[in-house]
């Protein structure tokens, strides 16, 4: 199907002039539209494109996208985009303009749709091979692999997502900031840890003691990731290839990677919950477990008192237990 659009100044004025979607010139900039859409849980709806597409075949994109007609405001193109491409209806009032970017033929509008996850679908086959709901780790890891739209807007969309995945350490407490070996570097706070990887440079002054975390931001450059930690007196920025939030319990004190959780067995099995932590005397090398499909010899002796549970770190090969 042509589309007829509106040719618009650099400045996003309406320039009078009318042209069909496929008629473009080098200077006619137009309006197109992204839908992301959420469940109310966080997970996301992307669409597969179709083989057929001329650009980014069987890519994965937001739930619809495409150009604003003549005759319509971007929110309205996007109410028609998601009806036509999914089966979804909706209404104006329902999505929110998340922001927009200025590529080189125009202005890309990204709004957020939210709806239940059991939403019924209805795939239009010509533009659309398939369409799932996933996790927001799952759709950065399409983006890191290739396997995503590579527009202007998807760079800050992934910008946003990476933000969100940190997001529950903001208003929370981090009492230390330790660098580790290969370029670790990790804060630590009485519930959470975030561990930065691959670092390559730290600007500000490190933690030196309790600071309660404001604001965070990323910016991608290239793979690398730009991260500017705001506290309330002081100011982090760390440039790394990947972080991650972990539960402080499970990070490694040595080298900031996370611990294999287990429990420790003696003569018979010791029953354990991390709510109801017991001691024991061992003058011996005990088993040690990540479950009942995974027992070994653990080469550690506990010559006085040990607390459950035990955890281990496979890069320092070293047990850690809470005492």
Request: with cysteine; proline share 3%.
């Amino acid at each position: 199907m042509t589309e007829e659009v509106r040719i618009l100044t650099r400045d996003r004025q309406d320039t009078g002039i009318r042209k069909q979607r496929s008629a473009l010139s080098e200077g006619d900039f137009v309006e197109v539209i992204h839908l992301w859409v959420k469940d109310p849980q966080g997970r996301h709806l992307l669409q597969k494109r179709s083989a057929n597409k001329a650009l980014f075949p069987l890519a994965w994109d937001a739930a619809a996208a495409g150009a604003v007609g003549v005759d319509e405001s971007p929110a309205q193109a996007a109410i028609r985009e998601i009806h036509e491409e999914l089966g979804i209806r909706a209404q104006e009032q329902e999505i929110t303009l998340l922001f927009t970017v200025e590529y080189e033929r125009g202005f890309d509008d990204y709004f957020l749709l939210t709806i239940p996850e059991d939403t019924p679908l209805t795939l239009d086959e010509e533009e659309v091979a398939e369409a799932g709901w996933f996790e927001t780790e799952e759709v950065l890891a399409l983006m890191e692999d290739g396997l995503f739209c590579d527009h202007e807007g998807s760079k800050k969309m992934e910008e946003r997502l990476r933000e969100e995945l940190l997001s529950p350490c903001i208003e929370k407490a981090f009492t230390e900031t330790s660098f580790a070996s290969e370029g670790r570097l990790f804060l630590k706070g009485a519930q959470d840890a975030l561990v930065f990887e691959g670092v390559s440079s730290v600007e500000g002054t490190l933690l030196s003691q309790s600071a309660v975390l404001k604001q965070l931001t990323c910016r991608l450059e290239g793979k690398r990731q730009h991260w500017t930690l705001d506290f309330a007196s002081q100011r982090l920025q760390i440039c790394c290839a990947h972080v991650y939030r972990v539960a402080a319990e499970d990070v490694c004190p040595v080298c900031g990677r996370g611990l294999l959780r287990g429990a420790i067995y003696a003569d018979h099995q010791i029953n354990w919950t991390p709510e109801g932590v017991k001691f024991g005397l061992f003058s011996r090398p005990t088993r040690w477990s990540l479950g009942k499909d995974e027992v070994k010899l653990a080469d550690y002796i506990f010559p006085k008192k040990a607390a459950f549970p035990l955890h281990y770190c496979l890069h320092c090969k070293r047990y850690v237990s809470e005492k």
